[in-house]
């Protein structure tokens, strides 16, 4: 009989655990920040051709990176090396520990981060087969603080993990998991979550928005919505332009025009982990009239094939895969069945809000130039990406290659945006209206009391 394990990244939270706690420096951390970059470019660049070209699409990076390296402290053998070779993003100097002891620095320092929350999350089968590696527990709960738990493969378990996505993403991605990730072949289920609440550092106002034409990839046009403004610097090379507007905090929108003769089939085609760097390291000044659509999707991205062509194989080969530090059976091999992602964005004149849930069912047992001025209207296919501009790596990258009515965004930014903090709110203030009454209540008590003493005084 198969048995699994699955990992599930969501865009809100992230958790870790390790038993020694390492000084990590900051040339190493750097070294880490190098290693997603190089990550995000190729994550992004296989996954658009794995069946999404010409497509609406959004991947989270990070969350993947995440979970994938808290992951691969339960591998071992050339499974380990193989996945620790991915996320070193060419950098062979990277060990394990840079990367337990980078994303322990890491969530310590958004710990207290309103626009960026990350979670980890393990889950364990609780059959008897099941042999639990204590050391990757430690490893998940002091590096990654992650909640680690241990409970029946059954509908109550899913509705936990569901329940935990849901509440990571502020309802966002719901139903991550169903049954065909936790059965009785399940050995264990790793999740990771990051959501993104950025509202721009200066807002778009009402005479800012209009509609023009947006180029689908089809050769169709929509009647969008557009944000527009006037910037002072954009960035070009020969096969692309692109511009930045910042959100509050060390949060930016990187927005990627590819050339009308190159296109963005084949600008993503040629791309490698230094592209995009090299494309911002061209700044140039100018009066920069922008274009950007308002726009809102989801994506549910399965990420086997693209982490195979980055070059880890073993792992999903249950004759090969060792998983034996993480909960190896006594009597069942264990390897990674499925990698999914779930993924939401929506952009308009508030801001940007974007979360992702990725799953890996991993585990299953058997198997400076002269002044000038330049348009660019994202008018027609582009990329974009929400940017970490204190850690130097990206939370999300993603392609708008069509829109429609039902991609242009709907209802309330704001209302949706800081729902977990209204309800802080209302409790806040239900707190203080309760102080203002106990305050009026013992000021009556003491005024009666004073005027009994005085009556009393007076007789």
């Known amino acids: 009989m198969k048995k699994t394990i699955s990992v599930l990244l969501a865009c809100y939270l992230v ?33 658009y051709q794995q069946g999404n070209i010409g497509k609406n699409m959004i991947v989270s990076p990070l969350s993947l990176y995440t979970d994938t390296a808290m992951l691969d402290n ?74 680690v738990f241990q409970a029946p493969p059954d509908n109550s378990t899913i509705n936990r993990i569901n329940n935990w996505a849901s509440d990571n993403t502020n309802g966002a991605i719901k139903d991550i998991v169903g049954n065909d990730d936790i059965n009785e072949e399940t050995n264990s289920v790793l999740l990771n979550a990051v959501a993104f609440y950025g509202e721009w550092e200066d807002k778009y106002t009402d005479s800012q928005i209009r509609s023009f034409p947006f180029n689908n990839y089809d050769g169709s046009t929509y009647e969008a919505d557009f944000l527009c403004d006037t910037l002072d610097t954009y960035y070009s090379d020969d096969k692309a332009v692109a511009f930045t507007r910042p959100y509050k905090g060390d949060y930016e929108f990187i927005a990627i025009l590819p050339n009308e003769d190159v296109g963005i089939d084949k600008y993503i085609e040629t791309m490698d982990g230094s592209t995009i760097n090299n494309l911002l390291n061209n700044s140039n000044w100018a009066d920069v009239y922008t274009r950007i659509p308002k726009f809102e999707f989801n994506n549910d991205l399965i990420l086997n094939d693209t982490l195979r062509k980055m070059g880890m194989v073993e792992a999903f080969d249950f ?81 708008v290659c069509e829109l429609s009515a039902d991609l242009q965004p709907k209802g309330d930014f704001t209302s949706s945006i800081v729902k977990s903090s209204n309800f802080r709110g209302v409790v806040v203030a239900l707190i203080a209206a309760i102080i203002l009454i106990c305050v009026v209540f013992v000021t009556i008590i003491l005024i009666k009391k004073r005027s009994k003493k005085k009556q009393s005084e007076n007789i």
């Open 15 to 47: 958790f870790s655990v390790l038993s020694i706690s390492i000084t990590t420096s900051a040339d190493e951390d750097n070294n880490v920040s190098r290693a997603i970059g190089n990550f995000s470019s190729e994550l992004f660049k296989h996954t």
């Open 74 to 147: 339960g591998a071992a053998n050339q499974t380990q090396s193989e996945i620790l070779s991915m996320l070193q993003g060419g950098d062979e100097n990277i060990t394990q520990d840079d990367l337990n002891n980078y994303f322990k620095n890491y969530m310590q320092s958004i710990s207290n981060d309103k626009i960026v929350n990350m979670a980890n999350c393990v889950y364990f089968s609780d059959r008897d087969d099941i042999k639990i590696n204590n050391g990757f527990v430690k490893t998940a709960k002091n590096f990654y603080y992650a909640e």
């Open 319 to 399: 004759s090969k895969a060792d998983f034996s530090q993480l909960a190896p059976s006594t009597d069942k091999n264990t390897y990674i069945s499925n990698v999914k992602q779930k993924t939401h964005i929506r952009l308009d004149e508030n801001g940007t809000k974007a979360e992702a849930v990725t799953v890996y069912d991993d585990i299953v047992y058997g198997a400076a130039q002269p002044w000038e001025e330049i348009e660019i209207y994202l008018d027609r296919p582009f990329i974009f990406m929400i940017y970490d501009t204190l850690n130097s790596q990206p939370l999300f990258i993603g392609t």
